[in-house]
């Protein structure tokens, strides 16, 4: 590996770091100049120098490789410097921030001699169809409250960022020709004394003649940006003297003037280590492009660090707590492993995996308990035998049904006529308990010598046939309910209302998908956890002059209830490991919420989608197998607790 300086000479030179030999050496400018302030800027792999002249000279430093056999060959590379006048008076310049794109746009701002602040800014346009470029210079004089004393630009040469001696921070907006007034916000009555951009250049890191460190994010709010201070590190033991962002990820390196390092990881507020420079009087410091090494610059000695740092932004905080992100108005908790941009920042809580996981759980476990419980205590304790017969294997058999399938028919079929027919939903809850109540009534009031006429239990067929008409009644008056009760549009009323959106794919259509998947399981463990109540125990309550009903509440179902719990566990189970089903009818968005009308996902869902995406042994991987971990001690927690809660159950009732 290599390591490119820069002199106060105003020689750049080019060193092996293995023996240290210097391979290359030119001046920055021709001819040489003294040079009195210098910076590298984020993300740029360039040299930025003040000089004594008045002139901020910008050189692009490359290295390319190649291989001779198995040889590798590192050969550095020097681009054209660009030059930008700041000062006609041609006095020695301080503080210094530039940048240079691909396109050959660069902007500098540097302080004066005077102590005013300079920004020059160079535009180049391409005539697309001669292929001559005009150049363009801008220059302007930016107001301070107080002597700037560090200068920090934005890879997009938007923003402007300095700190002062009367310890405030200034931003400038460089979008309009002339920028606007700074915003200035106050960093504590101690002088800043070194800025830098993290990756992506949204990051502000503060350093202080007091040592302390703290990271300040725009964050937007209302029609402005406010820079706002986000966290704070621990304080070294001098004054802040350089900032080194790492390029890989929100890391950094801070040096103190009295030889202090500390390495730090802005999004998980991490202090990763602490320690001394390798040579004394050290003046700088830097990343290595693979953040796997760094090197500390004094006088004319380079020392180079060895960095292992595989996960820093992992912490029990950023996985299960609140983290103020980049772009954000305030800490939030959320899961975003990926972006469009090497500079993003990944998000990799769990917390809303987990929500969603107990979300899809809850609302399948709604529609699934009560039908599976209550429709296997009629087929066993009220259905004629021969029916029971037919009805019992065709519920079991709907086990079977690929949960693919129902995530498919819940995603692509479902969801779509569940959004048209919400209020006729809304109307079922009212209106098929009503007609079942009815209709049972109507059964009973039939004369006895006609009921008698029909096998115990075939009164289901008429509920069966109820309940079909009463469906299609909320349905058929869905839409008029729609427009009588929520204005033509129940989505739009939702949100006027509540705040809250609709989506398609949504909860209710993942209760009633995986609520059909799950119910064949609950039904099955319930019916035979009340067959096997003892018939003695039936046989002796009606003997003594209860009811059917009297006795299937009061002395069957306490019997079976070690069984009935067994069987809402195992429904409990498969609902929290349901992968298919969520994946295609949530629209697998992992939004904390428990509205019953938006999407989320699941831990096993992320992993699945995740997983194959994931570079292996990195960050995202391992934590995807912390979910897989999260997942099953879920289970496993659960399923002792309910099995120590069957225990005493069944040695309750086991005296019976």
């Known amino acids: ?341 090497d500079d993003f920042e990944p998000k990799l809580s769990l917390t809303p995996l987990l929500v969603g996981t107990l979300k899809g759980t809850f609302y399948s476990l709604l529609l699934a308990i009560p039908l599976g419980v209550l429709g296997a205590m009629y087929t066993s304790q009220f259905m004629h035998p021969s029916y029971k017969r037919v009805l019992k294997p065709l519920i079991e058999i709907m086990a079977a049904l690929p949960s693919v399938v129902l995530g498919f028919l819940a995603g692509l079929w479902l969801a779509p006529r569940v959004e048209r027919a919400v209020p006729g939903l809304l109307l079922m809850l009212v209106v098929l308990p009503a007609a079942v109540l009815l209709a049972g009534a109507a059964w009973w009031r039939l004369p006895r010598r006609f009921r008698n006429r029909f096998h115990v239990g075939v009164e289901a067929i008429l509920f069966v046939f109820v309940l079909a008409g009463a469906i299609w009644l909320c349905l058929a008056l869905s839409a008029p309910f729609e427009r009588l009760a929520f204005g033509g549009s129940f989505p739009a009323w939702l949100l006027e209302t509540f705040g809250l959106p609709y989506d398609q794919r949504n909860a209710v259509v993942v209760g009633l998908a995986m609520g059909f998947a799950v119910i064949p399981i609950i039904f099955a463990i319930a019916e035979d956890a009340f067959s096997n109540v003892p018939p003695n125990l039936v046989a002796g309550s009606l003997a003594l002059g209860a009811d059917r009903w009297q006795t299937v509440t009061r002395v069957v179902l306490p019997t079976a209830s070690p069984g009935l719990f067994s069987a809402v566990m195992v429904g409990f189970g498969r609902a929290v490991g349901e992968t298919m089903i969520v994946l295609m009818a949530t629209g697998n968005t992992p939004i904390m919420s428990w509205n019953p009308f938006n999407g989320f996902r699941t831990l096993s869902a992320n992993i699945a989608v995740e997983i194959p995406e994931a570079p292996h042994g990195g960050t995202l991987y391992r934590t995807l197998f912390l979910a897989a971990l999260l997942l099953f001690g879920l289970t496993f927690l659960v399923n002792t607790v309910a099995e120590l809660v069957r225990q005493r159950l069944r040695e309750r009732y086991a005296q019976l």
């Open 1 to 341: 590996s290599h390591v490119a300086t820069l002199g106060r000479d105003g020689l750049v030179r080019v060193a092996r770091v293995g023996d240290g030999r210097v391979v290359l050496a030119r001046p920055l400018l021709t001819p040489p100049v003294r040079l009195t302030a210098a910076a590298v800027p984020s993300e740029g792999r360039l040299f930025a120098a003040a000089t004594a002249d008045g002139r901020v000279a910008l050189a692009p430093v490359e290295f390319e490789v190649a291989f001779a056999g198995d040889r590798r060959v590192v050969t550095p590379r020097f681009g054209a410097a660009v030059v930008l006048e700041l000062d006609p008076g041609r006095r020695p310049l301080r503080a210094v921030a530039a940048q240079l794109d691909a396109e050959g746009n660069a902007a500098a701002a540097a302080v004066l001699a005077g102590g005013a602040l300079a920004l020059v800014r160079r535009t180049a346009e391409e005539n697309l169809l001669s292929g001559e470029v005009t150049e363009s210079l801008q220059r302007f004089a930016l107001a301070t409250p107080h002597e700037v004393t560090s200068l920090a630009l934005d890879p997009d040469q938007r923003n402007l960022y300095a700190g002062t001696r009367g310890g405030e921070l200034l931003r400038w907006e460089l979008g309009e020709a002339p920028p606007r007034p700074a915003r200035a916000v106050s960093a504590g009555r101690v002088p800043v004394t070194a800025v830098a951009l993290l990756i992506g250049g949204r990051s502000l890191v503060v350093g202080r003649r007091d040592g302390a460190l703290a990271v300040w994010l725009s964050v937007p709010g209302g029609e402005e940006v406010r820079l706002t201070r986000v966290r704070e590190f621990p304080r070294q033991g001098a004054a802040i003297v350089d900032i080194a962002p790492s390029l890989r990820d929100k890391g950094f390196l801070a040096l103190d003037a009295g030889g202090g390092l500390g390495l730090y990881h802005s999004t998980a507020h991490r202090t990763l280590w602490r320690g001394r420079s390798p040579v004394a009087g050290a003046e700088a410091v830097a990343f290595a492009p693979k953040a796997d090494a760094a090197y500390v610059a004094a006088g004319g000695r380079v020392a180079a660090l060895d960095l292992r740092n595989p996960h820093p932004e992992v912490t029990w905080k950023a996985l299960f707590g609140k983290v103020w992100y980049e772009g954000y108005e305030r800490p939030e908790r959320v899961w975003q492993s990926s972006g469009g941009t």
